[in-house]
């Protein structure tokens, strides 16, 4: 059977099984939710060792008839680009589910709903990364918002059904807009050798379009992205929505699915319109310089924990969507390779943060004070995570964040040089918390906050331990992800720009 | 001149006769039959009369012909597939019907009055109402397949007088039923005017009453075009007003608030699918070759509708009248497939009506079922926390609001997809995008209703959920299958109607 | 004489009874202007129908008359409770629902 | 080569000391201080091991480079965990790890009553691994990580005492502030790849010989701002005054001995790159120039014994740099001073610490006096360090200081006169405020507060005191013996060709002792043989009270950077709540008013209804009408 179709499969034969364990047996149910998703984590590790990493081509294909005469299959494969992706989703998941392990009280529903959406919202992200037909992938685009929708306002903190209409309305505007496209594209197939969703053939298709008829899809396309990814100024649902939801939640949210917008960038909007990727290229570049930096300062003005996490993450896919748009391999590399060091070091601040918060009944900042005295390793776990996520070298998303630095530096000097000053305001944003939060004298209400215990040390370690491994040694990510944006660069015609001095001699 | 014997082919009309029969037969029973055997009675034949009338239907669903009555009735695919839906979806709708709550126990007696009083305490029932539907069913099966101007304004007239009627039966707040009746009676009246007018237009300009005369001269050119304008559209004009498009829609909203919901549900279903039918044919097989003429105007009609519904219905705090704005935007969105005027045009729209009927026949089905002591509960803000008290229930209407918002894996989707790929694809992009917008415009108040089930604390004020009688739950059960399965595996039912659905001249 | 007079007559009672449906309060009286309305179709049909020198025209007009016959049934029925409830057949009083 | 295994144990031992103390917890109090030292001299004997293995080879092929895995690559961005050992590491390597078991043992008796010792030791453990391998990574960008992670641990030490803010806050400034620098490095990396198309010390060498001079002057200008970050030069000097907040070993290894030096490794490692861009090397005279006076100012006014080392470690390093820009003259000097003033820098600090420890952790001169007889060994080492950093013969300070003194004076011209006479005043300044320091804690009538009760530190340490005076009295003499720093380095910085002798060696011997003279005994007749009040005195000269406030350079990045940073990022707060977020809520709304408006069609009058069907259908018809004609 197709490792990825299993893969999407296990997580909603998981959730049959949990409805069927009756509400009452909430540890039963944990432990089925979390046997499931380290089942899928394997499966995934699995498909990563079989995955040919010199094979450019999609692997593990498998192409169904899902509507025919609309042309629509369900089509799933993987690329050194989707494989990563994957496999961070299904790394995070059960770390989501041990972390969280009391997340889904305080909810308005039972906990076994919690975990019934967690999974189905597992594979739901498997399979957005994996379709290779572009309708199966709109599907599914859409449909993930809906298990979010109810995490975030079934059982998040907060303004919390106001945070998941915001996030539901904003990313279904994009979804409509993207809609308008592809129904564009379904409609010049058409006329074109025949109705088709294969993305291998609608990627031929942007021969037969104007100039203008293709900037437009484009920016069907792109706009959902851009919300999604959140690029400024189309940022404003994350926020809230982060901060509302719980931290699981948020973790998925920041780390899994605002991925898909980065991900389609490369996936759909370079290979689907290259003319247009070309036009616009400036102006997303200055988007996403501004994300940088704006998301930073906003960072930096944040009072509430989790509002900052989210902020950074602006911070950060700002970062990603320059070294997509840069055009280089360093750029392309670095960007996915950031994508998934991202997931882990959001992941870990999220982790940490919401441990922080529902210790102490509050994620305001200034509520914090001196927690490295009373809690050393919270405190460690915080600032390790604070480090990745200022980029520290020797951590995974230094090697990510400066090969996009490098690789944009090369076509795009300016843009490169202002962004690098992230890298100071980045030192700010996580040093302002670590100092009110963690340390100086131990503020009251928080004299006695307990530690981590077994159970939060289990979850957390991985997570610290692959943001410390990537760091120093990248390598086998980068085996899969280097044929990939080579290969998606040379389709689109780019090649890296020489050396200027000794090309000249 | 000699008198020809009309020959009639029974087995293509058997169908419309059997209905018809039915009817008659209800009639002889409410004049005969003893009070206390009345409803059973009644329920059996109209049940009966449908089923028999779609399996006649399936017995010649392949035929096609002109001359099933000597010309006035066109019998073809597209016929038999209108006349299948509207068939299922009446099915459906004497279900709801036959919860005799719904209906005053006297219509003729005075509000408020002894009479009235002394009718609810001899627990009367007003089984006149089944007849009625089976004669208003009729005419919505002979509306879509009639091929000449007579039997077309015969059918409108046989579905619209009944529901006249019907629309004043409710048991609860009579005066707004009455007025509802009433309001529905003149208008419905008053257009059916500009209808007849057209049709003497029509007549003058072509001299024929045939369709197919009428497309012959409109090819041939023959005639004066003022008269085909003025035609054009006053017919149009008798039309829209039952589908309720804009300017022509003000009627729906009251109506549908003061009509009882059983008969609102089978009205705003069904009827659409008949006018539909109705225009679809009129316009693709008279109208096709003077596109030029009707089509600009007609896009603008369905780009006002489809915006207007939508805007109108975020402020709407009734769910009765929220429904039936967002029926008014889907008649926007449902012009977009005549507007198409391509066989995929003509599919799309098959489609669409067959799946929005059955949604709206469900969602109705749930209004019902949320009542207090005087009655169904309208008021939105009373819905409030209904996911709490009956998660089934909240869940189920969520799904029919969100296939209505067209959101992924519900049959709304793949009906708003064809039906927009259609208009595209015959070069109306402006629909597409005004499609796109109201959609998302729409979507606002869709998921406001969900949020007020699942996220807003309930208020106790006697609002509560009543258990469903089996007809009921049988009808809400199948229409929210039929959603799903359309949205997941829409490919069988897609198939059928791309082979069916053809228009003979 | 030139038969499309007669066409403008009907336009001109049409136009009438449009215009009465619109002005007068008076249920019944608007809905005799409707039946004005229908007549002025009739009227026109059977123009037609003598200038196309084809009976479809007239055929229809009688099919007219039984539907209006019909509609007068359903109406008056309509009208007559709802005067019954209201005590007045003004379209105007029944206004509950709006917006 | 056999011995190539060892280099990545050189930085494994610490790394390895430092992660386990930190997972062990609590559990490692008992032996972590020890572990850590063990680990720490245990780098110093593989030191040590290496120079042997070099002594033994040619001069040219004492240089190997050792490549531990492929790190990142990319595209043509390939990146070594390569590790390059040559002369000028190798200096670095011993220094590095020799002053730093050296403190390691003091630490142990001067933290033993910190319950956090364990952790304490973990950092300086983690400090010894980065700071060797930011001498030891064979790419700038290897270089870089080892110069974040001694950023990170110096961040760690300075705010080890955290809990109290205003440390926290110190540690924060200087993370900030070196983050400054650090960012020029990336920028120096960037341009170099775009430019030259590889990052290694090597290729950059190779491909700077046919690289523009624009692209070479880039990058130089990169690194010096790299420098001035690491090494609190001007104009990013001002977090180092802050540092001191860290515990005294810690001033003495990272903020005295080694980490402050990583700037002038930077700039003598890139040797080739200055050589071939004159104004990036003039930009690093300047910058070393200002910092020399500017330090030494500081360094006269102020009263907490730390700072005022400080404000010497910043006017020291300044020299340094100074030679450093000064070309393949210079290099090789500034690398003396650099060695130099790391034992007698490091002594003195750790002489501060034995003060401290004895005097109940008072920092303040003017709280001292007459100190040498309650603590002789303090006295004598601290005594031995004075003398060698004023530079009086034949202690170490004498011989490097002296050498950069005449070869500014040889750079030749006004430029020349202009260096000689700036280093020589920075000289005078330098016995100055040193003879101040020692006079008001050593020699002076005591001052000091009530219940202090004066005593010698145990011999743990003053162990390592004693090492690093010896070191501060033989160093000097030991390099310039026939010049043999300066030959031994030659394969790193090449042969420097004669220079026009402006002055004589023996002139600028002399001038250098008099500007020491001079100083010294201004110093004595100020605080000597007159009365020192204990309270800072108010009525004093501005150019003491601005000295003491550091030549306003905090005032000044508050106002030109802090409070306009903050401005903004209040006004950003506000404008993505009402702005930005403000559109969409408003787009949000006007749906709503729109529907509210259209919602009154909606009368509830059946005649207002039909009249809307009539308008309609005229409408209808005079659109089609309109249309068609």
Redesign the interface.
């Known amino acids: 059977m197709n490792a990825l179709t299993t893969m999407m499969l296990l997580p909603i034969l998981g959730s049959l099984l949990i409805a069927v364990i009756p509400s009452d047996q909430v540890l039963r149910i944990k432990q089925a939710a979390l046997a499931v998703t380290l089942l899928v984590a394997v499966t995934g590790v699995l498909t990563w060792f079989n995955f040919d990493s010199a094979d450019t081509a999609f692997q593990f294909v498998q192409s169904v008839e899902w509507i025919p005469s609309f042309g629509i299959n369900y089509a799933v494969g993987v690329d050194g680009l989707s494989l990563v992706l994957i496999l961070m989703s299904v790394l995070l998941t059960p770390i989501v589910v041990l972390a969280g392990w009391n997340e889904s009280e305080g909810g308005r529903w039972s906990a076994k709903v919690f975990y019934i959406l967690i999974l189905v919202l597992e594979t739901m992200m498997i399979g957005v990364f994996a379709a290779t037909d572009v309708f199966l992938f709109y599907v599914i685009f859409e449909a993930m918002l809906i298990p979010v929708y109810f995490l975030i306002g079934g059982y998040g903190s907060g303004d919390r059904a106001a945070a998941a209409v915001k996030f539901l309305l904003y990313s279904l505007f994009g979804g409509l807009l993207m809609l308008a496209s592809i129904i564009g594209l379904y409609v010049i197939s058409g006329a074109n050798g025949g109705h088709t969703f294969d993305i291998a053939k609608l990627s031929e298709m942007h021969n037969y379009m104007s100039s203008t008829t293709q900037n437009l899809l484009f920016l069907g396309f792109f706009i959902a992205f851009a919300i999604k990814a959140p690029l400024w100024p189309l940022h404003t649902w994350l926020p809230g929505a982060a901060a509302s939801g719980t931290p699981g939640t948020s973790v998925l949210l920041l780390g899994v699915l605002d991925k898909v917008g980065t991900f389609g960038m490369i996936r759909f909007c370079l290979t689907l319109f290259p003319d247009a990727s070309r036009t616009f290229t400036p102006v997303i570049i200055t988007l996403a310089v501004i994300s940088i930096i704006y998301g930073a300062f906003l960072a930096i003005g944040a009072t509430d924990i989790k509002r900052l996490i989210a902020y950074t993450s602006i911070s950060h896919f700002g970062f990603i969507t320059m070294g997509i748009f840069a055009m280089t391999t360093q750029g392309h590399s670095g960007s996915t390779l950031y994508m998934f060091n991202h997931g882990f070091s959001t992941a870990a601040l999220f982790i940490v943060a919401g441990w922080m918060a529902s210790r102490r009944g509050s994620s305001k900042i200034a509520d914090f004070g001196g927690l490295q005295r009373v809690t050393p390793v919270m405190a460690w776990s915080f600032f390790i995570a604070g480090m990745s996520s200022l980029a520290l070298p020797g951590l995974s998303s230094f090697v990510s964040e400066f090969l996009v630095l490098v690789g944009t530096f090369t076509r795009y000097p300016v843009a490169a040089v202002i962004a690098t000053f992230g890298i100071v305001l980045a030192a700010l944003y996580i040093l302002i918390p670590v100092q009110k939060a963690l340390h100086g004298p131990t503020t009251p209400g928080n004299e006695n906050l307990p530690d981590l215990n077994i159970r939060e040390k289990v979850a957390i370690a991985p997570v610290m331990a692959v943001i410390i491994a990537l760091g120093f040694y990248p390598a086998p990510l980068l085996n899969v992800i280097n044929p990939t944006s080579a290969h998606i660069l040379e389709v689109q015609g780019f090649t890296d720009p020489l050396p200027s001095d000794s090309a000249g001699k | 001149m000699e008198f020809i014997a009309p020959s009639l082919n029974y087995a293509q009309l058997a169908p419309m006769l059997i209905v018809l029969a039915g009817a008659l037969i209800g009639v002889l029973i409410e004049a005969f039959a003893p009070r206390a055997s009345r409803f059973s009675s009644q329920l059996f034949i109209t049940l009966f009369a449908l089923v028999a009338s779609l399996a006649a239907l399936f017995q010649v669903r392949n035929q096609s012909s002109v001359d099933a009555a000597m010309g006035s009735v066109a019998f073809d695919g597209a016929g038999v597939l209108f006349q299948a839906s509207i068939l299922v979806i009446a099915i459906l709708a004497i279900f709801l019907i036959a919860d005799q709550e719904n209906f005053t126990a006297l219509a003729a007696s005075v509000p408020g009055s002894d009479e009235e009083r002394e009718a609810v305490q001899a627990d009367l029932r007003v089984t006149e109402v089944f007849p009625l539907t089976l004669f208003a069913i009729a005419g919505m099966l002979l509306f879509p397949v009639a091929s000449d101007l007579i039997t077309l304004f015969v059918a409108l007239e046989m579905l619209s007088l009944p529901l006249y009627l019907m629309a004043g039966l409710s048991r609860r707040r009579r005066l707004m039923s009455q007025e509802a009746a009433l309001k529905y009676f003149l208008l419905g009246a008053f257009a059916s005017a500009f209808f007849l007018l057209g049709i003497a237009y029509l007549y003058g300009y072509s001299g024929s009453i045939t369709l197919s005369g009428i497309q012959e001269s409109v090819v041939g050119g023959a005639g004066n075009d003022v008269f085909l304008l003025l035609g054009v559209a006053f017919i149009s004009v008798g039309l829209l007003f039952k589908v309720g498009a804009v300017p022509f829609h003000a009627w729906s909203p009251d109506v549908y608030q003061g009509a009882p919901t059983a008969i609102t549900g089978f009205m705003a279903a069904a009827t659409k699918v008949a006018a539909f039918g109705a225009i679809l044919r009129i316009f693709y097989v008279s109208f096709a070759n003077a596109e030029w003429q009707w089509r600009p105007a007609m896009v603008i009609i369905a780009i006002i509708t489809m915006v207007f519904g939508s805007v109108v219905a975020i402020t709407q705090r009734d769910v009765k009248r929220m429904l039936a704005y967002s029926s008014i935007a889907h008649a926007g969105f449902l012009l977009a497939g005549v507007i198409a005027l391509s066989k995929s045009g003509l599919e799309a729209s098959i489609f669409y009506l067959f799946a929005y009927g059955v949604a709206t026949v469900g969602a109705f089905g749930i209004v019902t079922l949320v009542r207090d002591s005087s009655g169904e509960v309208g008021d939105l803000n009373r819905w409030s926390g209904l996911g709490k008290r009956s998660p089934l229930l909240a869940s189920t209407f969520a799904l029919f609001l969100l296939a209505f918002a067209g959101i992924p894996l519900t049959s709304g989707f793949i009906g708003k997809f064809s039906i927009f790929s259609a208009a595209y694809e015959s070069g109306s992009t402006s629909i597409l995008i005004a499609g796109v917008l109201s959609s998302a415009i729409a979507a606002f108040f869709y998921i406001r209703v969900i949020v007020l089930m699942f996220f807003k604390d309930s208020v106790e004020d006697g609002t509560s959920v009543i258990i469903p009688s089996a007809l009921t739950t049988i009808t809400i059960t199948v229409s929210a299958a039929v959603t799903l399965i359309l949205g997941i595996y829409p490919a069988p039912l897609i198939d059928f109607i791309a082979t069916t659905a053809t228009f003979i001249r | 004489m030139n038969p499309y007079n007669y066409?403008y007559l009907a336009a001109l009672l049409?136009t009438i009874?449009?215009?009465g449906?619109?002005?007068r309060?008076n249920?019944i009286v608007?809905?005799m202007c409707?039946e004005l309305?229908?007549n002025?179709?009739n009227l026109?049909?059977v123009?037609?129908?003598r200038?196309?020198?084809?009976l479809?025209?007239q055929?229809?007009a009688f099919?007219?008359m039984v539907?209006a016959a019909?509609?007068v049934v359903?109406?008056l029925?309509?009208?007559v409770?709802?005067y019954?409830?209201?005590r007045s057949a003004s379209?105007?009083d029944?206004?509950?629902?709006?917006? | 080569m056999t011995t190539s295994t060892s280099l990545g144990y050189l930085i494994a031992l610490p790394l390895a000391g430092s992660i386990i103390l930190l997972l062990a917890g609590r559990k490692a109090d008992k032996w972590g201080h020890l572990l850590a030292t063990a680990l720490s001299a245990s780098s110093f004997g593989l030191g040590l091991y290496q120079l042997s293995q070099m002594l033994r080879l040619e001069p040219e092929e004492r240089a190997f480079t050792q490549k531990l895995f492929s790190w990142i690559s990319v595209g043509t961005f390939n990146v070594d965990a390569g590790l390059l050992l040559d002369q000028l590491s190798i200096c670095f390597v011993l220094l590095i790890t020799g002053v730093g078991t050296l403190i390691h043992i003091y630490s142990i008796s001067y933290m033993s009553h910190d319950r956090d010792r364990r952790r304490f030791f973990a950092y300086l453990n983690l400090f010894i691994a980065a700071m060797l391998l930011l001498v030891l990574g064979d790419s700038y960008l290897n270089l870089y990580v080892g110069w974040e992670g001694v950023g990170l641990a110096s961040y760690l030490l300075i705010g080890f005492w955290n809990q109290k803010p205003a440390y926290a806050t110190a540690s924060k400034k200087a993370f900030v502030m070196n983050r400054i620098g650090d960012m020029g490095l990336s920028f120096a990396i960037m341009i170099a790849f775009a430019t030259l198309g590889t990052v290694t010390f090597a290729g950059v060498k190779e491909a700077s010989e046919s690289a523009s001079t624009a692209t070479l002057t880039g990058i130089g200008i990169m690194l010096l701002i790299a420098a001035a970050g690491k090494s609190a030069q001007f104009p990013l000097q001002a977090w180092l005054g802050d540092a001191m907040a860290g515990p005294t070993p810690v001033s003495a290894l990272i903020h005295a001995a080694t980490m402050v030096t990583a700037g002038v490794y930077l700039i003598t490692r890139s040797n080739f790159i200055f050589d071939a861009a004159p104004t990036a090397q003039l930009l690093v005279v300047i910058v070393g120039a200002v910092t020399l006076i500017f330090g030494a100012l500081i360094g006269t006014a102020k009263d907490d014994i730390k700072k005022a080392l400080a404000a010497s470690t910043m006017s020291q390093i300044g020299y340094m740099t100074l030679a450093a820009g000064l070309g393949p003259a210079g290099y090789a000097i500034a690398i003396m001073h650099l060695l130099t003033h790391g034992f007698f820098k490091a002594g003195m600090f750790l002489g501060a610490g034995s003060v401290m420890h004895g005097m109940k952790d008072q920092v303040n001169m003017r709280r001292y006096g007459a100190l040498g007889k309650f603590m002789p060994i303090t006295f004598v080492t601290f005594g031995l360090g004075y003398l060698a950093i004023i530079g009086v013969p034949p202690f170490a300070g004498f011989y490097s200081k002296d050498l950069i003194i005449e070869t500014a004076f040889n750079a030749g011209g006004v430029k020349g006169i202009l260096l000689g006479s700036m280093t020589l005043f920075g000289a005078i300044l330098t016995a100055f405020y040193m003879t101040r320091v020692m006079v008001l804690t050593f020699t002076s009538p005591e001052r000091w507060e009530e219940d202090q009760h004066p005593h010698e530190s145990p011999i743990l340490m003053w162990l390592p005191m004693v090492v690093l005076a010896i070191g501060s009295v033989t160093t000097g003499y030991l390099f310039t013996r026939g010049d043999a720093l300066v030959h031994w380095l030659e394969p790193v910085f090449g042969e420097h060709g004669e220079h026009t002798e402006l002055l004589p060696h023996k002139v600028v011997s002399a001038l250098a002792i008099t500007a020491v003279i001079i100083g010294a005994s201004i110093a004595l007749v100020k605080y000597q043989f007159s009365e020192v009040d204990a309270e800072a005195p108010n009525k004093v000269s501005i150019l003491t009270r601005l000295a003491r406030k550091d030549l306003l350079q905090d005032s000044f990045n508050e106002s030109v950077f802090m409070r306009p940073g903050q401005v903004l990022t209040r006004w950003l707060v506000k404008g993505d709540d009402n702005v930005v977020d403000g559109t969409v809520r408003l787009v949000g709304r006007t749906a709503l008013g729109a529907g509210a408006e259209l919602r009154r069609t909606q009368t509830g009058f059946a005649r207002s209804y039909s009249a809307l069907i009539l308008i309609g259908a005229l409408v209808l018809i005079a659109g089609i009408w309109v249309i068609t004609q």
């Not at chain 3, 200038?51 to 084809?54: A, K, L, M, S, Y």
Request: charged share 15%; glycine share 8%; net charge positive.
């Open positions: 066409l049409f009874g449009a215009v449906v619109v002005v309060r249920a608007v809905f409707i309305m229908l002025a179709a026109t049909l123009t037609f129908s200038i196309n020198g084809t479809d025209g055929v229809v099919f007219t539907v019909c509609e359903v109406g029925a309509i009208i409770t709802i019954r409830s209201r379209v105007d029944a206004s509950l629902l709006k917006r």
